[in-house]
Nanobody, 115 residues
Framework: QVHVVESGGGLVQPGGSLRLSCAAS????????MAWYRQAPGKQRELVAT???????NYADSVKGRFTISRDNAKKTVYLQMNSLRPEDTAVYYC?????????WGPGTQVTVSS
């Protein structure tokens, strides 16, 4: 059974930064493409950022230039550095593989951007 735990969320003012972490207890973690997703109140979950292999990254247009996804395979951890945060970034953030696996969804971590 795979356990995924996200952390690092919180309340931040517009323009601020947060770094999210995602620890995944999965064997052969390095072979998986990983991604961050988010779900805002009343909206569908959306893909935010993907890391393919160890270096190829893709981002949603709404976060491009502000967010950076990275990974540490030795620690089986994926990170999301979020800078220049905006109120519209407020959501619960999740990590999963790409494509996602139903059994991998963790509790998520709440990010609230507000003054």
């Amino acid at each position: 059974q795979v356990h995924v735990v996200e952390s690092g969320g919180g309340l931040v003012q517009p323009g601020g930064s947060l770094r999210l972490s995602c620890a995944a207890s999965v064997s052969r973690f390095s072979i998986y493409n990983m991604a961050w997703y988010r779900q805002a109140p009343g909206k569908q979950r959306e893909l935010v950022a993907t890391i393919i292999g160890g270096a190829i990254t893709n981002y949603a247009d709404s976060v491009k230039g502000r967010f950076t996804i990275s990974r540490d395979n030795a620690k089986k951890t994926v990170y999301l550095q979020m800078n220049s945060l905006r109120p519209e970034d407020t959501a619960v953030y999740y990590c999963n593989s790409r494509p996602s696996v139903d059994g991998w969804w963790g509790p998520g971590t709440q990010v609230t951007v507000s003054s």
